[in-house]
């Protein structure tokens, strides 16, 4: 198997290395360089604001680049995380070989490399949000004996001026094509450039928002991911919302991952699709049904929502979009496909496989057992301003305690719902519902509360629990809703504040 995905990689070191990302060593890296004309090495890295952030090196000299790719550099660590003193502020950076990739869009040839946070001890540094999710995701490996694979569905608007031709019909673009869909093509450049660098991508299309605003057009797109384990899901969608950035520079528009432009539009969301495996095997389905041990795993992430989205939802406008009627939850309840619940069972090919069959008679390829591989949950709050590193580290967490927590499978009973719940008939089901956070400042209100979940063996060390909860105290936006209802100039003020997200 990989022999044939090094055949088929779009990714340029894969192919000429003839190795899988996960085998690269520094070696590798040296001989790539040498025999391709690299000429930069750029170190990338999160650090607390959850930005991708940029150290460049000219290579010198072999010994020069050895050093590089083996002692890592030194950092202002007091300039990137709150919680450093400037008097002793040094940090190491130091590169993870398999996230190696070649740059796109650097006109001198470049390597880039995402790396680690160390302290001046030498190990690594415990608020870093990549060490977060480490630590979070080893605990989980050895207690739960799961691997834990995830996927993000990365949905942007492309802002535009109207040309008048094929501007297409309001929050009619689902799936639209060219001409109505006006940049499919920096979508599909897009989708080709995240697979060179190394991103599992399972297709890209034209999203429902579509509308005009005095003379201009706001188009939304998506990327979905394949699934992976979590911590390559973080790093293929830090790589892939750089390179959605690069591309609307280099097409001359403006390109937002925000989850909400305007109020009684489509927003968008940062879906994350979750499966567990053991010993190779899907272990959502059992029997064709949704397995206890995926009931189990929404109800870890149900009884933990509220303060997840401290993680998923970071900036007053994500609670413009965690609003009724818009596809978006609001209420802390799951069910099978239905789009306005927390966590949603997407149809996952658990029941009929010979579809092909019917529309194929001459089908020859032997039908193999897909049924139980492709099956996945879907946690629909979080939007583009998350801290992907430490959302995906808190879901990891609450996913292990769901579990493990005797009272799982009724949690997950007395929270399906099977119907249109903001129909009138339902209100009485609707109203046993807990709901989500309706601002930054009751979301840190709710990770005050469960906070232990998140610091239970120093996954999420304390300090850094208390620097999120100031953070979303500090925009003060509690019943911000309210308070901007018909004020459309103020709401479009909040908006370009916080167009560009992480």
Known sequence: MSEMRIAVSPNPLVWYLKKLPAEFTGL????????????????????????????????????HLTSILTLGERVDGSSLFSF???GSSDLYLIPRYRTAYLNPFSEIPAIDILCSFYSSDGTPLENSPEYVLRKAYAEFRQTTGF?????GELEYYVNSKVTGFFDGEDQKGYHSSQPFSKYENLRVEAMRLIARCGGMIKYGHAEVGTFIKGDELFEQHEIEFLPVEVEEAVEQLLIAKWILRMLGKKYGVE?????????????????????????????????????????????GILDAADALTAFGNTIPTSYL????????????????RNRS?????????????????????QQTIPLEELANSRQTIEFRAPDGSADIYNLLAGLVVSIQRGLSMPEALKIASDTYVDVDIFKPENRGRLEKLSQLPTSCWDSAECLEKKRAIFEKNNIFPRGMIDSIIRKLRSYDD??????????????????IRYIHTR
């Open 28 to 63: 590798d890296l040296i001989r790539f360089v040498e025999n391709n004309g690299i000429e930069i090495i750029n170190f990338r890295y999160v650090a607390e604001d959850g930005k991708l952030k940029t150290l460049n090196f000219i290579i010198n000299s072999k010994e």
């Open 255 to 299: 390109l937002s991952f925000a989850p909400k432009i305007t109020v009684g539009k489509a927003g968008s969301g940062l879906h994350i699709h979750m499966l567990l495996e053991k010993d190779g095997k899907n272990a959502m389905v059992e029997n064709h049904f949704l397995s206890d041990t995926a009931r189990k795993m929404i109800a």
């Open 147 to 151: 691997r834990m694979k995830a996927m």
């Open 84 to 86: 450093i003193d400037a």
């Open 478 to 495: 509690k019943n911000l809703s309210e308070r901007l209802y018909g004020k459309d100039e103020e709401i479009r003020e909040l908006v």
């Open 341 to 361: 619940v927390l966590v949603r069972v997407p149809l996952g090919w658990s029941g009929k496989t010979d579809m092909i069959m019917d529309a194929n008679p």
């Open 321 to 336: 979009r965690l609003v009724p009627h818009q596809e978006a939850p609001t209420n802390i309840c799951w069910g099978d």
